[in-house]
């Protein structure tokens, strides 16, 4: 199975200033048909996951552009470029390249200082 | 729009069964694969199972790999989770999820 680890897994920000979620993955996530399915959900307290970002980069409707993905192989990031108190919540990475199983990251609580 | 509606979890003895339901809206259920991912209390999401568009193929996680069974309804729009031999580890709130969408989940709780 691919293992998918999140850092940091507690992140405290301030409101206004950027953040930054690294997920890595055991193994590439490079699909054969030349996607890579990796994914970022957002677990606001007490709601279900929303899905963010898809395939890396793709941003959800109704997803503020404040929020972005990028990477690549095994490596991947999620940022907030200016965090706002709705953002407070944890995040998780998701892939979707080698199933089954989909793996998750263990989240990443995003706080306010 | 999408919307995903899970019901049927409650509290139940170890070694028990409950049949976990999702109703679904929003787009066309019969052309899509459909998955059930748990959470724990206070803990991260797990993968449970996935079901094709046509019911005809399934795989699962393999924490219930012989105990939970999935299936799908495709003339009512509807997701199943039958979760058999139910252990004390099993108490998880249990979303399906489709295109990206998640419901609002159903939680179970196994206690003697």
């Known amino acids: 199975d691919v293992v998918m680890t999140q850092s940091p897994l507690s992140l405290p920000v301030t409101l206004g200033q950027p953040a930054s979620i690294s997920c890595r993955s055991s193994?590439?996530?490079?699909?054969?048909?030349?996607?890579?399915?990796l994914d970022w959900f957002q677990q606001r307290p007490g709601q279900s996951p929303r899905r963010l970002i898809y395939?890396?980069?793709n941003r959800d409707s109704g997803v503020p552009d404040r929020f972005s993905g990028s990477g690549s192989g095994t490596d991947f990031t999620l940022k907030i470029s200016r965090v706002e108190a709705e953002d407070v919540g944890v995040y998780y990475c998701?892939?979707?390249?080698?199933?089954?199983?989909?793996?998750f990251g263990q989240g990443t609580k995003v706080e306010i200082k | 729009q999408v919307h995903l509606v899970e019901s049927g979890g409650g509290v139940v003895q170890p070694g028990r069964s409950l049949r976990l339901s999702c109703a679904a809206s929003?787009?066309?259920?019969?052309?899509?694969?459909i998955n059930w991912v748990r959470q724990a209390p206070g803990k991260g999401l797990e993968w449970v199972a996935v079901?094709?568009?046509?019911?005809?193929?399934?795989d699962y996680g393999d924490s219930v790999k012989g105990r939970f069974i999935i299936s799908r309804d495709n003339s009512k729009n509807t997701l199943y989770l039958q979760v058999n031999s139910l252990r004390v580890e099993d108490t998880a709130v249990y979303y399906c999820?489709?295109?990206?969408?998640w419901g609002q989940g159903t939680l179970v709780t196994v206690s003697s």
């Open positions: 999820t489709a295109l990206g969408y």
């Open positions: 929003g787009f066309t259920f019969s052309s899509y694969d």
């Open positions: 079901i094709s568009y046509d019911g005809s193929k399934k």
């Open positions: 193994q590439s996530l490079a699909h054969s048909d030349g996607n890579t399915y």
């Open positions: 395939m890396v980069s």
């Open positions: 998701m892939q979707g390249t080698h199933w089954p199983p989909w793996t």
